[in-house]
């Protein structure tokens, strides 16, 4: 083809017909200027499908992660409600003396009244490390990265909360099992083969009279419907970007 170019040039020149010759020369740099740009809007036509691959990768890993999360979430949810059900029953007299008639039953809601507290949260491994890696941009759907920097402000919120919770546990609520209960029987629930001799047993409609303790359970009552909520608008964020990316996924296949 350049051959063919170059023949031409030579043959017009030799003919003294310069006009041509200017015409055919601008002619030629036309071509091999649309040619660059085909070439340029070919490579950029192929950049683009490569980055949008690579979304559509990443976006099918952060909704699996996702799915996780809200599995997990919905199990945390579980957890805090069953805490928050359990301390309510044992603050209210009459509930009180009807888990007191099952002896199973009385160890294990005051062993869980008393010492456990849900701490674990969702975790999205997929998004921190697109965030790490500075690759966040990847996702190109405006509303998707919105939603994401407001899931990551839920979880930090919570993860905060729930740090707060521990520490006012940990100053404040343990002194029951300290100074109130003989906490041997319940530290048997949590460890049945452990061989050791459990004391008096504990005389739960007394305690719960005890206002300190009251006060306590109360204000562990009140954490855990706090953490409630917040795992509870985390869960649904968490469902409204699951539904986006979704969306996103599926209009990338039509």
Same mark, same amino acid.
């Given at each position: 083809?350049?051959?063919?170019?170059?023949?031409?040039?030579?043959?017009?020149?030799?003919?003294? &017909?310069?006009?041509?010759? =200017?015409?055919?020369?601008?002619?030629?740099?036309?071509?091999?200027?649309?040619?660059?740009?085909?070439?340029?809007?070919?490579?950029?036509?192929?950049?683009?499908?490569?980055?949008?691959?690579? +979304?559509? +990768?990443?976006?099918?890993?952060?909704?699996?992660?996702?799915?996780?999360? &809200?599995?997990?979430?919905?199990?945390?949810?579980?957890?805090?409600?069953?805490? #928050?059900?359990?301390?309510? $029953?044992? #603050?209210?007299?009459?509930?009180? !003396?009807?888990?007191?008639?099952? &002896?199973?039953? $009385?160890?294990?809601?005051?062993?869980?009244?008393?010492?456990?507290?849900?701490?674990?949260?969702?975790?999205?491994?997929?998004?921190?490390?697109?965030?790490?890696?500075? !690759?966040?941009?990847?996702?190109?759907?405006?509303?998707?990265?919105?939603?994401?920097?407001?899931?990551?402000?839920?979880?930090?919120?919570?993860?905060?909360?729930?740090?707060?919770?521990?520490?006012?546990? %940990?100053?404040?609520?343990?002194?029951?099992?300290?100074?109130?209960?003989?906490?041997?029987?319940?530290?048997?629930?949590?460890?049945?083969?452990?061989?050791?001799?459990?004391?008096? %047993?504990?005389?739960?409609?007394?305690?719960?009279?005890?206002?300190?303790?009251?006060?306590?359970?109360?204000? &562990?009552?009140?954490?855990?419907?706090?953490?409630?909520?917040?795992?509870?608008? =985390?869960?649904? +964020?968490?469902?409204?970007?699951? !539904?986006?990316?979704?969306?996103?996924?599926?209009?990338?296949?039509?």
């Amino acid at each position: 083809m350049i051959k063919f170019f170059r023949h031409i040039r030579k043959r017009l020149l030799s003919e003294g &017909k310069t006009g041509k010759y =200017l015409t055919y020369a601008i002619g030629e740099i036309v071509l091999v200027v649309i040619g660059i740009l085909i070439a340029l809007q070919i490579n950029n036509w192929n950049e683009a499908r490569q980055i949008k691959k690579v +979304e559509k +990768e990443i976006l099918n890993v952060l909704l699996e992660d996702l799915n996780s999360a &809200k599995s997990f979430s919905a199990q945390y949810i579980r957890s805090e409600q069953h805490y #928050l059900d359990i301390i309510e $029953t044992i #603050l209210h007299t009459d509930s009180l !003396k009807t888990i007191l008639n099952d &002896k199973d039953k $009385t160890v294990e809601y005051f062993n869980r009244a008393f010492w456990d507290f849900e701490i674990k949260i969702p975790v999205i491994n997929t998004y921190s490390d697109l965030k790490n890696a500075g !690759k966040i941009a990847i996702v190109q759907n405006d509303s998707i990265r919105d939603r994401l920097s407001i899931l990551e402000a839920n979880i930090y919120n919570l993860d905060k909360l729930i740090q707060d919770r521990m520490n006012v546990h %940990q100053i404040r609520i343990d002194e029951i099992c300290v100074e109130n209960v003989n906490f041997l029987p319940l530290l048997k629930f949590k460890m049945p083969d452990y061989n050791i001799s459990l004391g008096p %047993q504990n005389n739960y409609i007394e305690i719960m009279a005890i206002p300190k303790v009251r006060n306590l359970m109360g204000i &562990k009552s009140v954490l855990t419907y706090e953490a409630l909520g917040y795992r509870k608008n =985390l869960h649904n +964020e968490i469902e409204s970007i699951i !539904k986006l990316i979704s969306t996103e996924l599926h209009e990338s296949e039509n």
